[in-house]
């Protein structure tokens, strides 16, 4: 994939509409209230929708934010799913249901961190979003309702998009700044770059520059430590990995998919039973490639999923039945952080072990502070491990803390994202 995009630099805004897509995709408070918990992502989109604004654009941002049901139907049915009586799904709650995810908090969010107004509007493409961006001004800014409102949004649909364009106008700029959101082939992620001249705006540009220039060429030893509870997950991160990587890392749940494929004792662990063929061939093209794959040697084990289960170390393998293993243990806490000492890139996706109970995130901290410490260009991929460094206190530490999860996944699985293959390239 070439990762060397146009982005709003390249292009003149100057007296035109620009449709940006943003990652507005905020956590909002469970009471129902509105109220949002963390605004980074709101943050995070400030540098391009200012330098847009500076530079006499007219700028229409738009994103989603949940998972909104667009269809009463597909709402009903998704709640049956749920264990929920259809027969008490009325529309009235559908309405209800999406009414919690509409857009006022973020405008009113974004309002106050730019210091000027945000103009809103009722609908993604209706009349309403029409009129305002018909009105809209070289500097101002106004902000669609959910995208995830249309049907058309998910299913990239190309008559959705077309009516997203022509709100920019004729000679109108789309601009993508949603990295959290490229990996997905949607009408307000790609598909409207069928119709409007294409470009990245600066939280892209990072991603591309940082993780792209970390794959396509590393500065060596490039060490990639991969964790989380899946193997099926990292599978295809693993296997691209093995073609560029000097060393990589097992940690987490998805160990103890490798140390049972090794013919290990693992109790009652996290194991992919289907998946433990895939671990074996990972060990063996690893030792092919002559890239070194780290396991753990010991394990900290539990009694039960809990926080405050008892708990012990063992060798890894030797997990005794109705024990689980939780965490790295201290063997392999030494063994992993003395691997990116000396590291020149390396890449963190997936926590160590369960890093939400204290007594259990040993090995996620051992990970975090041996990075804080190194040299390295040091890149965390976004999802539990970028909240396992913010909520350990070392995102400051950190190189790049990538503001995608699925995206910054597949990225590093190779795959073409729908959102970067269709801006301009430089």
Same mark, same amino acid.
């Given at each position: %994939?070439?990762?060397? #995009?146009? &982005? @709003?630099?390249?292009?003149? @805004?100057?007296? #035109?509409? @620009?449709?940006?897509?943003?990652?507005?995709?905020?956590?909002?408070?469970?009471?129902?209230?509105? +109220?949002?918990?963390?605004?980074?992502?709101?943050?995070?989109?400030?540098?391009?929708?200012?330098?847009?604004?500076?530079?006499?654009?007219? +700028?229409?941002?738009?994103?989603?934010?949940?998972?909104?049901?667009?269809?009463?139907? !597909?709402?009903?049915?998704?709640?049956?799913?749920?264990?929920?009586?259809?027969?008490?799904?009325?529309?009235?709650?559908?309405?209800?249901?999406?009414?919690?995810?509409? =857009?006022?908090?973020?405008?009113?969010?974004?309002?106050?961190?730019?210091?000027?107004?945000?103009?809103?509007?009722?609908?993604?493409?209706?009349?309403?979003? @029409?009129?305002?961006?018909?009105?809209?001004?070289?500097?101002?800014?106004?902000?669609?309702?959910?995208?995830?409102?249309?049907?058309?949004?998910?299913?990239?649909?190309?008559?959705?998009?077309? !009516?997203?364009?022509?709100? *920019?106008?004729?000679?109108?700029?789309?601009?993508?700044?949603? $990295?959290?959101?490229?990996?997905?082939?949607?009408?307000?992620?790609?598909?409207?770059?069928?119709?409007?001249? *294409?470009?990245?705006?600066?939280?892209?540009?990072?991603?591309?520059?940082?993780?792209?220039?970390?794959?396509?060429?590393?500065?060596?030893?490039?060490?990639?430590?991969?964790?989380?509870?899946?193997?099926?997950?990292?599978?295809? /991160?693993?296997?691209?990995?093995?073609?560029?990587?000097?060393?990589?890392?097992?940690?987490?749940?998805?160990?103890? &998919?490798?140390?049972?494929? #090794?013919?290990?004792?693992?109790?009652?662990?996290?194991?992919?039973?289907?998946?433990?063929?895939? *671990?074996?061939? %990972?060990?063996?093209?690893?030792?092919?490639?002559?890239?070194?794959?780290?396991?753990? /040697?010991?394990?900290?084990?539990?009694?039960? $999923?809990?926080?405050? *289960?008892?708990?012990?170390?063992? !060798?890894?393998?030797?997990?005794?039945?109705?024990?689980?293993?939780?965490?790295?243990?201290?063997?392999? +806490?030494?063994?992993?952080?003395?691997? +990116?000492?000396?590291?020149?890139?390396?890449?963190?996706?997936?926590? =160590?072990?369960? $890093?939400? $109970?204290?007594?259990?995130?040993?090995? &996620?901290?051992?990970?975090?502070?041996?990075?804080?410490?190194?040299?390295?260009?040091?890149?965390?991929?976004?999802?539990?491990?970028?909240?396992? /460094?913010?909520?350990?206190?070392?995102?400051? #530490?950190?190189?790049?803390?990538?503001?995608?999860?699925?995206?910054?996944?597949?990225? %590093?699985?190779?795959?073409?994202?729908?959102?970067?293959?269709?801006?301009?390239?430089?």
């Amino acid at each position: %994939m070439n990762y060397n #995009k146009k &982005t @709003v630099k390249d292009v003149d @805004v100057k007296g #035109k509409k @620009v449709l940006l897509r943003c990652d507005f995709n905020v956590p909002l408070a469970k009471d129902g209230s509105g +109220v949002i918990t963390d605004d980074k992502r709101i943050r995070a989109a400030l540098p391009t929708i200012q330098y847009l604004l500076e530079n006499g654009a007219a +700028v229409i941002a738009c994103s989603h934010l949940g998972k909104p049901v667009a269809s009463f139907d !597909k709402w009903v049915k998704k709640q049956a799913e749920k264990g929920k009586d259809p027969a008490t799904l009325t529309e009235d709650k559908w309405k209800k249901s999406l009414d919690a995810l509409r =857009m006022e908090p973020v405008a009113a969010r974004l309002s106050e961190l730019l210091g000027k107004p945000v103009v809103l509007a009722d609908d993604v493409v209706g009349p309403d979003a @029409v009129a305002k961006a018909a009105a809209l001004k070289s500097g101002e800014i106004m902000l669609l309702q959910n995208t995830r409102f249309e049907k058309g949004e998910t299913k990239g649909d190309p008559e959705l998009a077309k !009516k997203m364009a022509d709100l *920019a106008g004729a000679d109108g700029v789309y601009v993508s700044d949603a $990295f959290g959101a490229v990996h997905r082939a949607h009408a307000s992620t790609a598909v409207v770059a069928d119709y409007l001249p *294409a470009v990245s705006g600066f939280l892209i540009q990072k991603e591309l520059e940082i993780i792209g220039g970390a794959l396509a060429a590393p500065k060596r030893p490039l060490v990639a430590i991969l964790g989380g509870s899946k193997v099926s997950s990292k599978i295809g /991160v693993i296997n691209n990995l093995l073609e560029i990587a000097d060393t990589i890392i097992i940690g987490g749940g998805m160990a103890y &998919t490798f140390s049972a494929a #090794k013919g290990g004792k693992i109790g009652d662990s996290l194991l992919e039973e289907d998946w433990k063929d895939y *671990a074996n061939e %990972m060990v063996e093209k690893a030792a092919k490639k002559g890239v070194k794959l780290l396991l753990p /040697v010991d394990t900290v084990i539990a009694d039960k $999923f809990a926080p405050d *289960a008892n708990s012990d170390v063992v !060798k890894a393998g030797e997990i005794p039945d109705s024990w689980q293993g939780l965490d790295i243990g201290p063997e392999t +806490v030494k063994l992993y952080c003395d691997a +990116v000492a000396d590291a020149g890139t390396v890449i963190w996706n997936g926590p =160590m072990g369960v $890093f939400e $109970f204290e007594k259990f995130a040993v090995g &996620t901290k051992a990970v975090a502070e041996a990075l804080s410490k190194t040299q390295a260009i040091t890149i965390i991929g976004g999802g539990d491990s970028a909240a396992a /460094v913010q909520q350990l206190g070392y995102a400051d #530490k950190m190189t790049h803390i990538s503001t995608g999860g699925g995206a910054s996944l597949e990225f %590093m699985e190779g795959k073409e994202l729908p959102g970067v293959a269709c801006l301009l390239d430089a």
